[in-house]
């Protein structure tokens, strides 16, 4: 059945903290949000078309590198405020070209809203840093409040210390 | 701009995988030389292996690549196996072979129509070429859900599949659960032969390589999931020695090392792989290439969709004889106790030939690997085949000369992230 949200995590939990996009999206799935379908790992664009095609909403959380960062920051944005960076590839998923395929074929979803953390440390290793992982609860609930689900969001708040690993 | 010297540059080559840049000389009208800059920082693979337990190098190598993941476990597992003596189940082998069609399906269906087919049809990406023609790309999008299905079913999950272990797998699936499948595999069997004949009737430019073919092999089987090593010119020779004949050395331009067989410039690939074995075909596959006007051997690079094209057609054919004959194993692994030794894996990824070898001490971990991916072995070839290229078409201006280069590389669907990801193009005329 095609569920009505699907969040997406972006990102590699092997560096560091470009892992806070399936971080956020765990403590979204820990919620068990009906109708909301979530997403990590996914490294190609047909993937995601294929994900999203019918969906009413999706949230796309991942780390974004800004101008002037301050780690741990959490920022809503839609893909208007994107510009497409890279052209498609198989190897990578840029969320503004692969909505731009979508278009093309029909295939995209109903909108879709980015939330945005800024990372400290995208080296190579498990685990989030101090500031990062920090702001989680602030991302998770601000997901949870795109989904529709304001009272979720608070709840989300006090359980995502649960799900989340600990910082290394 | 210095007088003299003329030097374009256009950033970010679109539609292949990683980040290179191709640098060709021109002096007086001559090619002075062409290399394929890798410049990805190397990663380290085989560094960060030693001292790693023998059971961990199919989960680890796996990720060295999202879009061939089973590729390097399964060389992986078959590489550990060899070093410990041990033999998997034949149902086992089975099963690896079907998730390797569920890889093949969607890497072939990701290069076809996202990357390779606007080349034919002269758009610039996918996204152009969408408007046009929806529901080729509505094509693709199903062949790639199906081959992601498979891999989901058998693997665990589509992407990294989790399921895989030395020895076999953690579970494996009922009769049901693949049976489940055979429906979307029927419909993709004809969105399969529909594919060869869309690429059948694209125009190929003139171009025959001269490399030796280096593929695995099988006694009736379309090489997949394991094989012996075969050759076009030189005599195969046994997987043990594939470090006597492949021999890696490193080059200045490139974070990437280069091969050799037996000294000389090889290719592995679709290209290889099907000159080698297209016997081995199902009826459907060969008649599919027969229509679309493949040869028993095939040396047109540009032709390499075709060729990508029927080996989808032989991965669902595959996936579903695997299927209908599927016994499920009386158990899902056989135990695989380390003991010191040397051992030797090879599997067919979507770009070739993939060679894993691993030397485990008495203490049960890895004291030294080697991986050998198919990207790396290709990029003398490449280079070569540019050389060609550009030598035959002095009279196109830059841009052109660039396209056509693009051209030439993503034919070999080379994966730079495997190899070591996005090519900048410098032509330096003088």
Same mark, same amino acid.
């Given at each position: 059945?095609?569920?009505?949200?699907?969040?997406?995590?972006?990102?590699?939990?092997?560096?560091?903290?470009?892992?806070?996009?399936?971080?956020?999206?765990?403590?979204?799935?820990?919620?068990?949000?009906?109708?909301?379908?979530?997403?990590?790992?996914?490294?190609?664009?047909m993937?995601?078309l294929l994900?999203?095609t019918g969906?009413?909403?999706?949230?796309?959380?991942?780390?974004?590198?800004?101008?002037?960062?301050?780690?741990?920051?959490?920022?809503?944005?839609?893909?208007?405020?994107?510009?497409?960076?890279?052209?498609?590839?198989?190897?990578?998923?840029?969320?503004?070209?692969?909505?731009?395929?979508?278009?093309?074929l029909?295939r995209?979803?109903?909108?879709?809203?980015?939330?945005?953390?800024?990372?400290?440390?995208?080296?190579?290793?498990?685990?989030?840093?101090?500031?990062?992982?920090?702001?989680?609860?602030?991302?998770?609930?601000?997901?949870?409040?795109?989904?529709?689900?304001?009272?979720?969001?608070?709840?989300?708040?006090?359980?995502?210390?649960?799900?989340?690993?600990?910082?290394? | 701009?210095?007088?003299?010297?003329?030097?374009?540059?256009?950033?970010?080559?679109?539609?292949?995988?990683?980040?290179?840049?191709?640098?060709?000389?021109?002096?007086?009208?001559?090619?002075?030389?062409?290399?394929?800059?890798?410049?990805?920082?190397?990663?380290?693979?085989?560094?960060?292996?030693?001292?790693?337990?023998?059971?961990?190098?199919?989960?680890?190598?796996?990720?060295?690549?999202?879009?061939?993941?089973?590729?390097?476990?399964?060389?992986?597992?078959?590489?550990?196996?060899?070093?410990?003596?041990?033999?998997?189940?034949?149902?086992?082998?089975?099963?690896?072979?079907l998730?390797?069609c569920g890889?093949w399906l969607h890497?072939h269906a990701l290069?076809v129509y996202?990357?390779?087919?606007?080349?034919?049809?002269?758009?610039?990406?996918?996204?152009?070429?969408?408007?046009?023609?929806r529901a080729a790309l509505e094509r693709g999008l199903a062949l790639k859900k199906a081959g992601n299905r498979l891999m989901d079913v058998?693997?665990?999950?589509a992407?990294?599949?989790?399921?895989?272990?030395?020895?076999?797998?953690? +579970?494996?699936?009922?009769?049901?659960e693949l049976r489940s499948l055979s429906d979307e595999l029927r419909y993709a069997l004809d969105d399969a032969l529909a594919t060869v004949r869309w690429?059948?009737?694209?125009?190929?430019?003139?171009?025959?390589?001269?490399?030796?073919?280096?593929?695995?092999?099988?006694?009736?089987?379309?090489?997949?999931?394991?094989?012996?090593?075969?050759?076009?010119?030189?005599?195969?020779?046994?997987?043990?020695?594939?470090?006597?004949?492949?021999?890696?050395?490193?080059?200045?331009?490139?974070?990437?090392?280069?091969?050799?067989?037996?000294?000389?410039?090889?290719?592995?690939?679709?290209?290889?792989?099907?000159?080698?074995?297209?016997?081995?075909?199902s009826?459907m596959a060969?008649?599919a290439? +027969?229509?679309?006007?493949?040869?028993?051997?095939?040396?047109?690079?540009?032709?390499?969709?075709?060729?990508?094209s029927v080996e989808m057609v032989y991965a669902v054919e595959e996936a579903l004889r695997i299927i209908d004959?599927?016994?499920?194993?009386?158990?899902?692994?056989?135990?695989?106790?380390?003991?010191?030794?040397?051992?030797?894996?090879? +599997?067919?990824?979507?770009?070739?030939?993939?060679?894993?070898?691993?030397?485990?001490?008495?203490?049960?971990?890895?004291?030294?690997?080697?991986?050998?991916?198919?990207?790396?072995?290709?990029?003398?070839?490449?280079?070569?085949?540019?050389?060609?290229?550009? +030598?035959?078409?002095?009279?196109?201006?830059?841009?052109?000369?660039?396209?056509? /280069?693009?051209?030439?590389?993503?034919?070999?669907?080379?994966?730079?992230? /495997?190899?070591?990801?996005?090519?900048?193009?410098?032509?330096?005329?003088?």
């Amino acid at each position: 059945m095609t569920p009505r949200v699907v969040v997406v995590g972006l990102g590699n939990p092997y560096r560091r903290d470009d892992g806070v996009g399936p971080a956020v999206a765990a403590a979204i799935e820990a919620l068990g949000l009906e109708g909301v379908r979530v997403l990590t790992g996914i490294t190609d664009p047909m993937t995601m078309l294929l994900a999203w095609t019918g969906v009413a909403r999706v949230v796309v959380v991942d780390a974004a590198v800004t101008a002037a960062p301050v780690p741990g920051r959490v920022r809503r944005c839609t893909v208007a405020d994107l510009s497409a960076t890279r052209a498609l590839s198989s190897h990578g998923v840029d969320v503004v070209a692969a909505l731009a395929l979508g278009r093309a074929l029909g295939r995209e979803p109903g909108d879709v809203v980015m939330v945005t953390v800024e990372p400290s440390d995208t080296g190579h290793g498990l685990g989030l840093s101090a500031e990062v992982a920090a702001a989680v609860p602030c991302a998770t609930a601000a997901v949870a409040r795109e989904i529709g689900a304001a009272a979720v969001a608070r709840a989300a708040v006090r359980s995502v210390d649960t799900v989340l690993p600990a910082p290394q | 701009m210095t007088t003299g010297v003329r030097t374009l540059t256009v950033g970010t080559l679109t539609r292949v995988e990683g980040e290179g840049a191709l640098h060709v000389r021109l002096r007086g009208g001559e090619l002075q030389g062409v290399e394929l800059n890798i410049y990805e920082p190397p990663r380290f693979f085989e560094a960060f292996l030693r001292g790693r337990a023998h059971t961990e190098p199919p989960d680890l190598t796996a990720r060295v690549c999202g879009i061939c993941p089973v590729a390097y476990q399964v060389s992986a597992c078959n590489a550990i196996e060899d070093a410990c003596g041990i033999e998997v189940d034949p149902s086992v082998v089975e099963l690896r072979r079907l998730l390797y069609c569920g890889e093949w399906l969607h890497s072939h269906a990701l290069h076809v129509y996202l990357l390779h087919a606007p080349d034919f049809l002269g758009y610039p990406d996918a996204i152009a070429m969408a408007r046009d023609h929806r529901a080729a790309l509505e094509r693709g999008l199903a062949l790639k859900k199906a081959g992601n299905r498979l891999m989901d079913v058998v693997g665990g999950r589509a992407i990294h599949p989790i399921n895989v272990r030395l020895g076999g797998f953690y +579970s494996v699936p009922t009769r049901g659960e693949l049976r489940s499948l055979s429906d979307e595999l029927r419909y993709a069997l004809d969105d399969a032969l529909a594919t060869v004949r869309w690429v059948g009737t694209f125009d190929f430019p003139d171009f025959e390589l001269d490399h030796e073919f280096l593929a695995l092999t099988g006694p009736r089987r379309y090489p997949l999931e394991n094989g012996a090593i075969g050759r076009s010119a030189g005599p195969p020779f046994p997987l043990a020695e594939f470090s006597d004949h492949v021999v890696e050395s490193q080059v200045s331009h490139s974070t990437a090392l280069h091969s050799a067989l037996d000294g000389g410039r090889y290719l592995t690939g679709p290209l290889a792989r099907y000159s080698l074995n297209c016997a081995a075909l199902s009826t459907m596959a060969r008649q599919a290439a +027969s229509e679309a006007q493949l040869a028993v051997s095939c040396r047109n690079p540009f032709r390499s969709i075709v060729v990508r094209s029927v080996e989808m057609v032989y991965a669902v054919e595959e996936a579903l004889r695997i299927i209908d004959d599927y016994e499920r194993p009386d158990r899902p692994f056989v135990d695989v106790p380390a003991r010191a030794a040397v051992g030797h894996g090879v +599997s067919e990824a979507p770009r070739g030939l993939l060679y894993h070898r691993y030397r485990i001490g008495d203490d049960g971990l890895i004291t030294s690997a080697t991986i050998v991916p198919p990207t790396s072995q290709n990029q003398a070839a490449i280079e070569a085949d540019l050389a060609r290229v550009v +030598s035959a078409n002095l009279s196109l201006g830059d841009a052109d000369l660039a396209a056509l /280069c693009e051209r030439v590389i993503r034919s070999y669907d080379p994966c730079i992230s /495997c190899a070591t990801h996005f090519l900048t193009l410098n032509v330096e005329r003088r």
